[in-house]
């Protein structure tokens, strides 16, 4: 799975959308997560996370030196370190990544893991494989509520065929509830 030239294009402009938003990053050293859910094979995780961080890195000077966050959604946990950007470039920081099979993953519990360890990152990139992500949240009522009032403005989900911000995700969530 890589990026197309329209999905790179649409990439960008997320980004400028999440940095550009009043009080949200003012220079400096940036901050930001990218979320991974390990339903994802190794060599698609390896690929995505290549072309995000060389898009990334083009977009502006400002990805030249981040501090990233990234945190893996398993089965099994959350689990999150601090790594560099070319570490998740040239894909050798998956060398130990396992591949979880389950679809048992509860997506309010990262959403409330990320709004209380991850509030201090600018940008939040979360790369799963489910487009029907919404569906599977079980209490919409805290979800909506663990990404007010910040989170769903810093917030990118990238699907393998599309991407869409927080604010576009928390609508899907409450036009399912009525």
């Not at 048992?104 to 992500?133: C, G, N, W």
Request: glycine fraction near 4%; aromatic fraction near 8%.
């Amino acid at each position: 799975m890589s990026f197309t030239p329209l999905q790179n294009l649409q990439f960008h402009h997320q980004i400028d959308r999440v940095l550009n938003v009043p009080g949200n990053y003012r220079g400096g050293i940036l901050e930001m997560a990218i979320v991974i859910d390990c339903s994802f094979s190794l060599d698609a995780i390896r690929a995505l996370c290549r072309d995000i961080s060389i898009a990334l890195k083009k977009h502006s000077e400002v990805f030249r030196n981040v501090r990233l966050n990234l945190v893996c959604f398993s089965e099994k946990g959350i689990r999150s370190e601090v790594i560099s950007l070319a570490l998740l470039q040239t894909g050798s920081y998956f060398d130990s990544y396992e591949q979880d099979t389950k679809r048992q993953k509860r997506p309010e519990e990262l959403m409330d893991y990320l709004k209380r360890f991850q509030a201090r990152s600018k940008l939040v990139l979360f790369l799963t494989e489910d487009e029907h992500i919404s569906e599977t949240v079980t209490d919409r009522e805290k979800m909506i509520q663990f990404m007010n009032p910040f989170l769903k403005q810093k917030l990118i989900l990238i699907y393998p065929e599309r991407m869409e911000n927080g604010n576009d995700f928390i609508r899907r969530l409450i036009l399912q509830t009525t």
